[in-house]
């Protein structure tokens, strides 16, 4: 989930910008500093959006910058336990499929897609059930709840978050409004 929360950093400025304004340098450091980084209880910076405050600044001895309390908002990533999302495939692999959910992939695992056998189809970079013949692959949109999450501080990339389609309303997309279609038609056919 997108979240945009105010927070608080100590912001220090080398003397080589001094000169320049204050607000636009402040905000370029933040963006180097924070957006891309992921923090376990707030989530992952994803973009500096406002500098709200700069508190008066403060001399270190013996460091020739300047130190200053601000207060900023930023865009953060946080994903939720149970949290419903949509995302796309990017990758299968014979064990499941890598989900985009936002800057972070999520792992659908061959047993979380459905209650049917699935098989993978190497050439065509496919998941197949056996039953229904329904196919997942690269670029196919989806919605799944999130049932594991392991966040990384120092490689954000290295983050685990688990999926699961095996839940009514969940699914790739097609696969959702084929069931809807479905229940329209039996709703029709007994007058409903």
């Excluded at 980084?37 to 013996?62: C, N, S, T, Y």
């Excluded at 990339?157 to 329209?184: A, H, N, V």
Aim: glycine share 10%; no cysteine; aromatic share 6%.
């Amino acid at each position: 989930m997108y979240i945009k929360i105010r927070a608080v950093d100590v912001v220090r400025v080398p003397p080589r910008r001094l000169g320049d304004d204050l607000q636009l340098t402040v905000k370029e450091i933040l963006q180097e500093k924070l957006e891309g980084r992921m923090d376990k209880k707030i989530g992952m910076f994803i973009a500096i959006q406002d500098v709200v405050d700069i508190k008066e600044g403060r001399l270190m001895i013996g460091d020739a910058g300047v130190y200053y309390e601000t207060v900023f908002d930023v865009l953060v990533f946080r994903p939720k336990m149970q949290e419903i999302v949509e995302g796309e495939v990017v990758e299968i692999v014979e064990f499941g499929a890598f989900v985009e959910i936002g800057p972070l992939d999520g792992l659908l695992h061959i047993s979380q897609i459905t209650d049917e056998y699935i098989s993978y189809d190497e050439k065509g970079a496919k998941l197949v059930t056996k039953d229904t013949n329904r196919t997942l692959g690269e670029g196919d949109k989806l919605r799944a709840r999130i049932v594991a999450i392991s966040l990384n501080e120092r490689d954000p990339g290295d983050s685990k978050i688990g999926l699961t389609m095996r839940q009514p309303g969940l699914g790739k997309i097609e696969w959702i409004e084929e069931e809807r279609e479905k229940e329209r038609k039996k709703g029709e056919g007994e007058g409903v």
